[in-house]
């Protein structure tokens, strides 16, 4: 019953290979945003969509794109992986309907950079 | 910005015990405040909330009590189980704001010994 859906749940890439990430959901969310996670640390907001609107953090590198073709589907673009982006990657959903809400959270990816 | 401090980044309990997570945070604005449980492998998931026209929320065995003046608010778990061992995540964010305005803490890892 897994309602929003990251792949896959592990990532190896090599430094400079890019490399994209997954996540899909079957909630119809008009929301949907990227956190990064590194250990021990908080998840960190990197972008959002909301519907096509696409919503940059501005502390957020170049190297980080997003792409979200339809209301079920956004993938997160590294285009140049440095070893400092080894980290989890957590997709969230929420329904966009009204303020504080509810976040839905994906299992995330664990990127590995060699 | 707002920053959002969580105290401790570890507690070992015993089963039955109680067990208590501090956050402070730093944004007088700031007026909704959810924790999230991350079970080890799982994703996130929002387990209680507190808005800052209320002092305490209840559910179960879990509260959490927020202090406005103080700027700081806590999550108590009573009873605890070694199903609850997993790591939370207190945040905030400001009011009328949206989920992309929410900051988290960095997390403590609840260990519950049987």
């Known amino acids: 019953d897994a309602m929003v859906i990251q792949n896959p749940r592990y990532q190896v890439t090599q430094f400079g290979k890019p490399v994209t990430l997954s996540c899909s959901q079957t909630?119809?969310?008009?929301?949907m945003y990227w956190y990064q996670q590194k250990s021990s640390q908080a998840p960190k907001l990197l972008f959002h969509y909301y519907d096509k609107d696409f919503n940059n953090e501005a502390d957020t590198p170049d190297n980080f794109q997003s792409r979200r073709p339809n209301t079920s589907f956004c993938f997160l673009d590294i285009r140049s992986p440095g070893l400092g982006d080894a980290a989890m990657y957590l997709c969230?959903?929420?329904?966009?309907?009204?303020?504080?809400?509810?976040?839905?959270f994906g299992s995330g990816t664990q990127l590995s950079v060699l | 910005g707002e920053n959002v401090e969580q105290h401790p980044s570890t507690l070992s309990v015993q089963e039955g015990d109680s067990a208590v997570i501090k956050c402070t945070y730093s944004?007088?604005?700031?007026?909704?405040f959810p924790w999230y449980k991350q079970e080890l492998g799982k994703r996130p998931q929002l387990i209680i909330d507190i808005r800052s026209n209320v002092g305490e929320k209840k559910d179960q065995r879990i509260a959490v009590t927020l202090n406005k003046t103080a700027k700081h608010f806590s999550l108590h778990i009573t009873e605890t189980q070694p199903e609850d061992s997993a790591v939370y995540f207190c945040a905030a964010s400001p009011a009328g704001g949206s989920n992309y305005k929410l900051t988290f803490g960095k997390g403590t890892l609840l260990t519950v010994n049987p």
């Open positions: 944004d007088s604005a700031s007026n909704y």
């Open positions: 969230a959903t929420s329904t966009g309907q009204g303020t504080n809400e509810k976040l839905f």
């Open positions: 909630l119809n969310h008009n929301v």
